[in-house]
Nanobody, 119 residues
Framework: QVQLVESGGGLVQPGGSLRLSCAAS????????MAWYRQAPGNQRELVAR??????????DYSDSVKGRFTISSDYAKNTVYLQMSSLRPEDTAVYYC??????????WGQGTQVTVSS
């Protein structure tokens, strides 16, 4: 069982930046990958960014809508994954969820953190 706790959401003006954090309750090196998803009202949950874990090579993937603006990173010492978001747009407004992919499980989700981009 892996528990995930997100933090860092809030209200930001267009063009601004935020950093989301996802702290895991166990060693993230045992996970296959961690990812950030988001869900806006009336929309399906969508993948934003994903990073593979467990070795010295971390492959990172991004959705086309955030490529070049968002950066996912991991800190093994803190068992935490971050999502640095820059040049934020109103369409980035959503609840952002952290996800962990673990062997022999369907994965784990955090409770979500609200990001609102508005002037």
């Amino acid at each position: 069982q892996v528990q995930l706790v997100e933090s860092g959401g809030g209200l930001v003006q267009p063009g601004g930046s935020l950093r989301l954090s996802c702290a895991a309750s166990s060693d993230i090196r045992t996970l296959r990958a961690m990812a950030w998803y988001r869900q806006a009202p009336g929309n399906q949950r969508e993948l934003v960014a994903r990073v593979t874990l467990g070795n010295n090579i971390n492959f990172k993937d991004y959705s086309d809508s955030v490529k070049g603006r968002f950066t996912i990173s991991s800190d093994y010492a803190k068992n935490t994954v971050y999502l640095q978001m820059s040049s934020l747009r109103p369409e980035d407004t959503a609840v952002y969820y952290c996800n962990a992919e673990a062997p022999y499980s369907d994965g784990y989700w955090g409770q979500g953190t609200q990001v609102t981009v508005s002037s």
